[in-house]
């Protein structure tokens, strides 16, 4: 079997707190001015609410929204942006054998409901069947198909057609990553010629709140970028939405298709991460790759998540590598699944625009190469678990 | 001597080893001996209270269960017990370090009533109970176990770090039919060369009694409370919705080639995989049977068989009225005339609907079917459905030359996956 067929990246799609669109997220950026998070709604934890968006372009259908919880819309319309913008929105032709992998976290809970039931449950002696009777008459019917994580990748199917195949991922970060390199090897060896990837994530919510100040510090004011939040590290939840189309070179140039650049190789581990592990594991995966890095042409777009230990050891890896960093989650925050996805967004516009945004905290060093960006490293070190690394190459 | 390729030129998949747990018992023994004798794994819910719910009745493992657990944890041990028998059949490796990759099918995990009472409880609020409440207790260490038992990325490290598998491990979901997307993926993963073996679970210990709730309101249960066993009812007329069970499936997926050179028994082999997705509704299937007639098609096709070569079908066969009426149209279409004679059966008649698990505990019965060749029956079957006229093997396992298997997988939001299960080629 062929396993060395090159994957281009033809469409990207990206909506989160910056904006929606490689350029406007790329304009925001590049202005350098206060990153957008709410430090309100969620006081005292900050979070990046979703830029307001008009689903209606995407999601033209009103039953359809209806049909979704917010990180169902934020993704599907994520994804309509990248198959616009890789051409094929609405060819059925293409679509009937566009396979999918989607990234997926679980679906909001009704969080009203949830504090009904726990307010009235306290004057209850017999609390179960109380329980089961008011979830039978409170929760919504359809509520559990906004909650479940492949629905989003149903939502897809349902509003834009994708039918060739579809598949999800769940674990955070990870997921991620690994829907990527699936989606890549597949397409690298044959068994695919076109895929759409991506996640959602809607973190502004006070079910995630909960769960994950349950085991991990979440940022509170004042705000300080990713690299910069102490010895315990901490998160800033978020909403955001990252879709990317990847297809065989062979594919995506007999369609006349513009790349917007190629995916030359992606990587993704675990390890149990006692101290150092998060360390050696990214170093480990660069050292797969050095070999076809060109150091004055390449930059690192960090994942880094503001957790600690890992960011600090990721720190460590790209002092030592040497290429201009800028990490991502300063501006546009924690978005677990769809993380990476964003992230791998960015760095197609780093080596397409050429330019890179001003930095912002310790770890975001040096400036774009006097001769332009031809490629960019993409990391991603989950806050607990999974190092992945991605390598992005400018076409033509 | 030369590498065995498939029709297509790829290395063939081999099944080395399995392994069982449904609410008919713990292994594959057991529960052959009890899916050849007709038996159903269906009770009374007994774990929670079922005052105030549609259904009361589920295909629980209660031999597994532990007081207390939540879904995280019970679907864990079911994958725990599933993997390690599969492991051990197969003596691949040695004990934690399986030389390949994991692709784990789990249910969404999620916080559970008990953590949010004893969150709501902790933060002494008198009056209105909100979720800040919560938040503002959530960093007492007491509740970190919390966390990590609602995290999506949690198990299929545990597992990863028992097992000692090879690389990121992938937790997956592709709702009813996530089973079979995770030996699709496994099997994906050895033709490209990537590995010589893979891990493929599915698992599924989800039953409480909001799930119980979640799938009666979209009335997809069975309500047949006063008759647990005769509840699933599969291709009958009177069948009223599916029976939720619980359950893990294992499969160690190997190059034959790798197999054959350690010298281990060869079960059976994945010969192709479908899929297909539709985008008709997010609950129901296309009214022309398009997408299962495709996913179907397309799993013969990647196989290199047609449906004359095919002499069992197991069936996605839920018991909902929807499903089984899909599943004619779509077995019928694809098979033609040889519909009136091919033996189709549901092993969820006998276990109920296992969802994340179905699939892979599915393909193991698949492959027992094919070792043992006899087939596990559909029971309950009292009155036949006219228009779905199908040999379902009715009540009564039977004896039959079966080489080769197709077996279906379809769910809520519009997947479709299908495989296809030979024996040792001769």
Not at chain 2, 1 to 19: E, F, N, S, Y
Not at chain 2, 23 to 51: C, H, M, V
Not at chain 2, 396 to 418: E, L, M, P, W, Y
């Amino acid at each position: 079997m062929n396993t060395a067929r090159e994957v281009w990246i033809t469409g990207v799609g990206l909506v989160s707190a910056l904006g929606e669109g490689l350029d406007q997220h790329w304009d925001r950026l590049m202005a350098g001015g206060p990153p957008p998070y709410d430090d309100k709604t969620f006081a005292p934890y900050i979070t990046f609410p979703l830029v307001p968006v008009s689903f209606d372009s995407q999601i033209p259908k009103k039953g359809d929204q209806r049909q979704m919880e917010a990180w169902q819309r934020i993704g599907v319309y994520a994804a309509g942006l990248a198959l616009t913008d890789a051409g094929i929105a609405k060819n059925t032709e293409i679509l009937d054998k566009t396979d999918m992998i989607v990234a997926a976290g679980g679906g909001e809970r009704d969080v009203a409901v949830d504090a009904a039931i726990l307010t009235d449950a306290r004057k209850v002696e017999n609390r179960d069947p109380f329980v089961n009777e008011r979830l039978m008459s409170d929760l919504r019917p359809t509520l559990f198909l906004a909650q479940l994580p492949n629905l989003l990748a149903g939502n897809i199917s349902l509003v834009h057609g994708v039918v060739g195949s579809s598949r999800t991922f769940m674990g955070e970060e990870a997921s991620g990553v690994d829907a990527l390199r699936v989606a890549h090897s597949r397409i690298a060896a044959g068994q695919s010629e076109i895929s759409l990837v991506g996640g959602a994530y809607n973190g502004t919510r006070w079910d995630l709140v909960l769960l994950f100040r349950l085991g991990t510090p979440l940022l509170e004011p004042p705000f300080r970028p990713v690299w910069d939040r102490g010895p315990k590290g901490a998160l800033t939840l978020a909403a955001m939405g990252a879709f990317v189309v990847i297809e065989s070179r062979a594919h995506a140039e007999k369609r006349g298709a513009r790349p917007v650049a190629r995916l030359a190789s992606i990587q993704s581990s675990r390890n149990l991460r006692k101290p150092g592990d998060a360390e050696a594991t990214l170093r480990a995966e660069w050292n797969e790759i050095a070999g076809q890095v060109k150091k004055d042409g390449a930059v690192v777009i960090s994942g880094a998540s503001g957790a600690e230990p890992a960011t600090s050891e990721e720190r460590s890896v790209l002092a030592a590598i040497g290429l201009p960093v800028r990490a991502t989650a300063t501006h546009i925050g924690n978005g677990m699944e769809a993380q990476f996805l964003a992230n791998i967004a960015l760095g197609c516009q780093a080596v397409r625009a050429g330019t890179l945004f001003p930095g912002s905290g310790s770890g975001d060093v040096g400036q774009a190469p006097a001769n332009g960006i031809r490629q960019a490293v993409v990391t991603s070190v989950g806050h607990w678990r999974g190092e992945g690394l991605a390598l992005i190459e400018r076409i033509g | 001597m030369a590498a065995h390729r498939d029709k297509k030129g790829r290395p063939v998949v081999a099944i080395t080893g399995m392994g069982l747990v449904t609410p008919l018992g713990i292994g594959k023994a057991d529960n052959w001996k009890k899916l050849t004798a007709g038996q159903s794994g269906i009770r009374a819910i007994t774990r929670f209270p079922t005052e105030g719910l549609r259904t009361t009745i589920a295909g629980t493992v209660d031999e597994v269960y532990e007081d207390g657990m939540v879904s995280s944890e019970l679907s864990q041990k079911l994958a725990l017990l599933a993997g390690r028998e599969a492991i051990e059949e197969s003596r691949i490796g040695v004990s934690g370090d399986f030389p390949g990759p994991l692709f784990l099918a789990f249910p969404p995990i999620e916080i559970e009533w008990s953590q949010r009472f004893a969150l709501a409880a902790a933060s002494g609020a008198n009056e209105k109970i909100e979720y800040g409440d919560l938040v503002r207790v959530a960093a007492n260490p007491q509740f970190h176990d919390f966390y990590e038992e609602s995290k999506y990325g949690v198990v299929p490290e545990h597992l990863a770090e028992t097992f000692g598998t090879k690389g990121s491990p992938i937790s997956l979901t592709t709702a009813c039919a996530s089973g079979a997307t995770a030996i699709q993926l496994g099997l994906e993963a050895i033709q490209r060369g990537e590995c010589e073996a893979a891990l493929a679970i599915g698992a599924d210990g989800s039953i409480t009694a909001e799930s119980v709730v979640r799938f009666s309101l979209l009335s997809a249960l069975s309500t047949n409370n006063a008759s647990p066993q005769g509840a699933s009812r599969p291709f009958s007329k009177n069948r009223d919705g599916f029976v939720l069970a619980e359950g893990a499936a294992a499969l160690v997926l190997e190059d034959y080639d790798h197999a054959l050179a350690r010298g281990a028994k060869i079960l059976g082999i994945v010969e192709g995989c479908g899929e297909k997705a539709d985008n008709f509704h997010r609950t129901r299937s296309s009214p022309d049977g398009k997408p299962v007639i495709s996913c179907m098609r397309n799993a013969l096709a990647d196989a290199g068989v047609t449906p004359d070569d095919v002499d069992y079908i197991n069936a996605h066969g839920t018991s909902t009225p929807e499903n089984d009426k899909m599943e004619y149209l779509g077995v019928s279409t694809v098979f033609g005339e040889k519909i009136k004679t091919i033996p189709i059966s549901s092993n969820k008649s006998m276990i109920g609907h296992t969802l994340t698990a179905a699939g892979a505990i599915e393909a193991v019965v698949s492959v027992l079917t094919i070792l043992n060749q006899r087939i596990p029956p559909t029971i309950n079957y009292q009155v036949p459905d006219p228009a779905i006229p199908l040999d379902v093997v009715p009540n009564v396992a039977r004896d039959a030359k079966v080489r080769r298997v197709i077996s279906n997988s379809f769910g809520f939001g519009g997947q479709n996956t299908c495989l296809v299960l030979t024996g040792e080629p001769a």
